[in-house]
């Protein structure tokens, strides 16, 4: 799927608010059309019968990994404009798609998670910190975050500590408290997107709303780390999609004859226009 929109060169302030804090926010990520768009297909899966990538958790939490196979008004979002080069200049042009993962958080009082007992305070791709230790694990994925219920203060955003993917032990919440000091809910209305890398810590938001809060969060990382999503094999083969949307579904170190030729699976994001940066591209 292509698009006629120019990309959006990645803006200083951002990259360095992302580089202080852990996490930025990049408004007008998509227009409001989109987000209804993207509003329907969540709805359409989620009311469904399918179990491919389903994805409950507790406290009545659904969703579903890999998306994007499941409903294509989800592809919009695989090589957004507006955030893919901020993610290139944040990581490099060697990445791809890690999770497409729909989350639909229940409104209601925490019964499991997000207590006392279990504050649900946490970092991205689990099972790292276990093999490499906190104070080694580096930045290797971004996620960006989008948001498409209606954005109240009761909706249960995702709460962030600024400066915490610099932490080399866990966070250290008060007792009786589910929070630590300083945690933050990001100010945004809906159609911007919210990046946070995978050293974050982070949390769900408690959604007294009355509805659902819906997000889908798009994790892209170096392509030598293994996706959560399940293969994108057939989707990737599809013709209508760029060969920036193949790299990012898994593109192969391949040449036409199938002999390897290493690289040649980023060589859409390297010669992108909006490429300027390599491997060990701006980050602490």
């Not at 890999?66 to 695989?78: I, K, N, Q, S, V």
């Not at 970092?123 to 694990?137: E, I, N, W």
């Amino acid at each position: 799927m292509t698009t006629t929109t120019a990309p959006r060169r990645p803006e200083a302030p951002v990259v360095a608010d992302f580089n202080h804090n852990g996490f930025t926010i990049i408004r007008d990520a998509i227009s409001d059309d989109l987000r209804q768009q993207l509003l329907r297909a969540a709805k359409r899966l989620l009311a469904s019968d399918i179990t491919q990538g389903r994805d409950r958790g507790g406290d009545g939490k659904d969703g579903f990994r890999g998306c994007l196979a499941l409903d294509h008004d989800f592809l919009p979002l695989l090589a957004n404009p507006n955030t893919l080069p901020t993610l290139v200049e944040l990581l490099s042009f060697n990445i791809h798609l890690l999770s497409a993962h729909l989350i639909a958080l229940p409104s209601g009082p925490p019964k499991t998670i997000r207590t006392p007992n279990r504050p649900g305070w946490h970092r991205d791709m689990y099972g790292v910190a276990a093999d490499l230790g906190l104070a080694s694990t580096p930045r290797m994925a971004i996620k960006v975050a989008h948001y498409l219920t209606p954005v109240t203060p009761d909706c249960g955003l995702t709460m962030f500590l600024p400066g915490s993917h610099l932490n080399t032990q866990p966070v250290t919440i008060p007792d009786g408290a589910i929070d630590p000091e300083g945690a933050i809910t990001p100010a945004i209305t809906g159609t911007e997107a919210i990046l946070f890398e995978n050293r974050t810590w982070h949390a769900s938001g408690i959604n007294l709303s009355g509805t659902p809060r819906i997000a889908l969060m798009m994790q892209y990382g170096y392509r030598w780390l293994q996706p959560v999503d399940d293969p994108y094999t057939e989707l990737r083969d599809d013709k209508s999609l760029s060969v920036v949307e193949r790299q990012l579904l898994g593109g192969l170190d391949r040449n036409p004859d199938g002999s390897l030729a290493k690289g040649k699976g980023a060589e859409p994001l390297r010669a992108w226009p909006a490429s300027s940066r390599g491997p060990g591209a701006s980050r602490p």
